[in-house]
């Protein structure tokens, strides 16, 4: 069964913290993102990875890195935490090129205080 | 810059009704529409659309495509109180030749059922 692992559901942090969160997909998918869902904005894209080491920016990126060193794994990194990054972060994958359906994880629900 | 939006923001209905809801998008390069429910966590794939006119169903939910008129639909029939859900339309474009599966969101659409 497919499978996107998120590695916190909630989390806390405090502003100017450094924050990493991790992703982790069982299913050999090239393509991995990370979104931000904030109540009457849908699902913003952040960034996302088409390959190891590849990385391309999404439409809201300031404030934000990613790191993927292995397949399986997509890290989202706020290097400086501030409460307007406070959110629900999704992270998804999907196979080859083209959008065939994104598999989303659970979601980490983020408090910046 | 590609936009998605979707009506209503907000559905309140009783079971049994009929829902129909709207998902319109200014792209360049169209690719593909899909349709995500999601419930208390992950959003979880509906339907993907790629040709005009032609119905995609899947028990009481369908969805149609209308490429000229840049607009979707998602219909849901007697509806139960399990289908409370947001509903998310997201379409994929084409830039330099592919994608990489890249999807814009729409701000979706919150669907209540009462008993």
């Known amino acids: 069964d497919v499978k996107v692992t998120q590695s916190s559901r909630y989390l806390v942090k405090r502003t100017g913290e450094k924050v990493f969160l991790e992703c982790v997909q069982d299913m050999d998918h090239e393509n991995m993102f990370w979104y931000r869902q904030d109540p009457g904005l849908g699902l913003r894209l952040i960034y996302f990875s088409y390959d190891v080491k590849m990385k391309e920016k999404g439409d809201i990126p300031e404030g934000y890195s990613v790191s993927r060193e292995k397949k399986e794994r997509f890290s989202l990194i706020l290097e400086s935490a501030s409460t307007n990054q406070t959110s629900m972060y999704l992270c998804?994958?999907?196979?080859?090129?083209?959008?065939?359906?994104?598999?989303f994880g659970p979601g980490t629900r983020l408090t910046v205080t | 810059e590609d936009k998605v939006v979707q009506s209503p923001l907000s559905l309140v209905v009783h079971e049994g009704d009929t829902v129909t809801l709207n998902c319109s998008y200014e792209?360049?390069?169209?690719?593909?529409l899909l349709w995500y429910k999601q419930e208390k966590k992950a959003p979880t794939f509906l339907f993907m659309l790629t040709s005009s006119g032609i119905e995609k169903k899947s028990g009481r939910l369908s969805s149609i495509l209308d490429k000229k008129e840049l607009f979707s639909i998602l219909n849901i029939t007697a509806t139960q109180t399990g289908d409370s859900a947001i509903y998310l339309c997201?379409?994929?474009?084409?830039?330099?030749?592919?994608?990489?599966?890249?999807?814009?969101f729409g701000q979706g659409t919150i669907l209540t059922v009462h008993p």
């Open positions: 792209v360049t390069n169209f690719r593909s």
């Open positions: 997201a379409v994929e474009a084409i830039a330099g030749g592919t994608s990489y599966g890249k999807l814009t």
């Open positions: 998804a994958s999907s196979p080859g090129l083209a959008a065939l359906q994104q598999y």
